[in-house]
């Protein structure tokens, strides 16, 4: 924990008060619905699953003041679940003026008791618990469960349960356990299911979703990845004005797609700088350049800052040692180029959605500090234009897709903002970088032509301080050992080593102790995350 929260960043940061308006707040020709999140871990995947739906999604924290929410023009409300129970003291709380009537509204979970408590009915802890798989015996197809069977297996996880719905209500299904399953109030469109709908263990929750949110809400299905592309465009064009952007460039697919669509939006008004710290894979720096300058036409500040890296690195051996050096070296370079440009007033970034939950919210603990969610040096004041922020990786990738980014590009597996330098275990070095680089490629290569690069999270190879006796053409060799990472991951968060065939395996270690001169040996590293971290830095 305390090793990824110091993490330092290659990328210029700022800090929540100079974010720019929410781009969205801008147009409301495309149907919305706010998901209000009181804590849940699936509060994202509701959004989610909004989305899929074509209907746009945002999610704001509980407690955001009712009149923010109507400026929002939401078609429809999603009180998500949580963990606090409603009779607890500092209990999550909205506004109550939610459940008037003035917006539709579904609540999941601790939503639906939070909304039988305000509206008088009655919630309890005393009831069964229900975790898992649960049979749920519909009462009442008429709105929310139109077109579903009566008795369904649904997913349960709760403590409290309401036990007596508000006046008004109607039961719309239960439970072996449970009298209030799903409830509803017509006259006021409330509508409560203590079910999950949005995990995949309940698999029609797609259809009470999306009967709430096309029935009951009268949502159209517009939003699709086209119509958000042409809605983040109008909003970056509004914010931008005549202003001018930059973008810096670190060769992964969030940073080219932002910089694909600001670019879109405002043309020549944005300049990308990447910088080149000589940390890069094999022909990342000239695969970068080809795509925005070259196919892009995009104006693109090149700066070759190899020499000025290694020389900052030399002599450095402690991991958070070289994070501090290579971070503080990226912000002094980007500083300088920014500067020769003139007066920039904003900063375009390719932030996500998990690297803003993951860095701590108000409703959500900190993971980690992700290097585009923290504070610039003061003097940097840019305002943030970060479209991506309430996307996943998944969806950035569609985007970038979109926006006719290279394949290449596209499906880049995610890369750690210091670079080769923490995979270059010990000392980095020019000629230790070629090696790891070489390696690397090798792990690359193989695992593209296997048809695996999209089935695994991340492949890379890492270079330790440690050197081995070998035996080549009848001669003792003692050369330098290399380790391959493969893992599987759905998030970064956990990662499970990869199961590559034997005969891959192989080929790797002989490719790379015969094309890579001075390394002997290479092991497969089969440790999960916990207790390993994927990086060995
Ligand atoms: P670990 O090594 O903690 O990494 O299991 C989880 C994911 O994060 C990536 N990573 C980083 N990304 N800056 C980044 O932007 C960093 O300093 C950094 N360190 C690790 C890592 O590659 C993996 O995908």
Same mark, same amino acid.
């Given at each position: ?15 929540? %008060? ?34 899929? &739906? ?6 704001? $924290? ?18 998500s679940g949580g963990p606090a129970s409603v009779y607890e003291s500092g209990a999550p709380r909205c506004d109550p003026r939610i459940f008037s009537g003035h917006v539709p509204a579904l609540g999941i979970c601790y939503g639906m008791q939070l909304m039988a408590h305000e509206?008088?009915?009655?919630? #309890? ?26 008795? @369904?297996? *649904? ?11 508000? %006046? ?16 509803a109030n017509r006259r006021l469109q409330q509508f409560g299911v203590q079910f999950h709908p949005e995990v995949t263990h309940t698999p029609w929750g797609t259809q009470v979703l999306q009967n709430f949110l096309y029935n009951v809400c009268g949502c159209r299905p517009q ?23 930059? *973008?810096?460039? #670190? /060769? ?19 300049? *990308? ?41 030399? =002599?450095?051996?402690?991991? !958070? ?5 290579? /971070? ?21 970034? /390719? ?66 903002? $210091? =670079? ?8 980095? &070095? ?21 048809? @695996? ?16 006796? =070998? ?31 034997? %005969?891959?395996? !192989? ?10 001169? /001075? ?17 060995? %830095?």
């Open positions: 924990m305390t090793r990824v929260a110091s993490r330092q960043s290659l990328a210029p940061q700022v800090g929540h %008060e100079a974010r720019t308006p929410r781009p969205d707040a801008h147009s409301s020709d495309v149907d919305t619905v706010i998901v209000l999140d009181f804590g849940a871990q699936y509060a994202q995947l509701i959004a989610r699953r909004v989305r899929e &739906s074509k209907v746009r999604s945002l999610i704001l $924290p509980y407690d955001t003041p009712f009149n923010e929410l109507l400026g929002l023009r939401p078609k429809g409300l999603i009180l509206l008088g009915g009655r919630t #309890s802890a005393a009831g069964q618990r229900e975790y898992g798989r649960t049979r749920l015996f519909v009462d009442d197809r008429a709105d929310l469960f139109a077109g579903l069977e009566a008795r @369904l297996m *649904c997913w349960m996880s709760h403590g409290d349960s309401v036990v007596a719905p508000p %006046e008004g209500f109607a039961v719309l299904a239960r439970t072996d356990h449970n009298p209030v399953a799903a409830m939003w699709t990845m086209a119509s958000f592309i042409e809605t983040q465009v109008a909003a970056i064009r509004h914010t931008v004005g005549a202003g001018r952007a930059i *973008c810096a460039l #670190s /060769g992964g697919v969030d940073s080219a797609a932002a910089a694909a669509l600001a670019h879109r939006a405002i043309g020549d008004q944005l300049t *990308c700088i990447f910088v080149d710290h000589g940390l890069l894979r094999q022909g990342e720096p000239e695969q970068v350049i080809q795509t925005f300058r070259d196919s892009f036409q995009m104006p693109l500040a090149h700066v070759d800052a190899r020499d000025r890296f290694l020389g900052r690195l030399a =002599g450095i051996v402690e991991p !958070e040692e070289k994070r501090r050096a290579i /971070g503080e070296e990226f912000i002094a370079v980007f500083n300088e180029e920014a500067r020769k440009l003139g007066r920039v007033e904003f900063l375009v970034q /390719g932030t996500l959605y998990p690297d803003v939950i993951e860095s701590g919210t108000r409703t959500a603990a900190r993971i980690k500090t992700h290097h585009n969610v923290g504070g610039l040096p003061a003097q940097m004041q840019f305002r943030l234009i970060e479209p991506f922020r309430e996307l996943f990786k998944d969806e950035v990738r569609e985007v970038a897709r979109h926006l006719d980014l290279p394949d290449e590009m596209v499906w880049r597996h995610p890369f750690p903002g $210091p =670079g080769l330098a923490i995979r270059v275990l010990g000392e980095v &070095s020019a000629d230790r970088l070629t090696l790891a680089r070489s390696a690397d490629a090798i792990v690359v290569d193989e695992l593209r032509t296997a048809g @695996l690069m999209r089935k695994v999270w991340q492949a890379f190879a890492v270079l330790l301080p440690v050197n081995s006796v =070998g035996v080549m053409g009848d001669a003792r060799t003692y050369g330098h050992t290399v380790v391959v990472r493969v893992v599987t991951s759905e998030d970064g968060m956990t990662a499970d080593w990869a199961r590559l065939p034997d %005969e891959l395996l !192989e080929r790797l270690a002989n490719r790379i102790t015969r094309e890579v001169p /001075g390394i002997t040996r290479v092991a497969y590293d089969i440790t999960s995350k916990p207790p390993a971290t994927i990086e060995w %830095e």
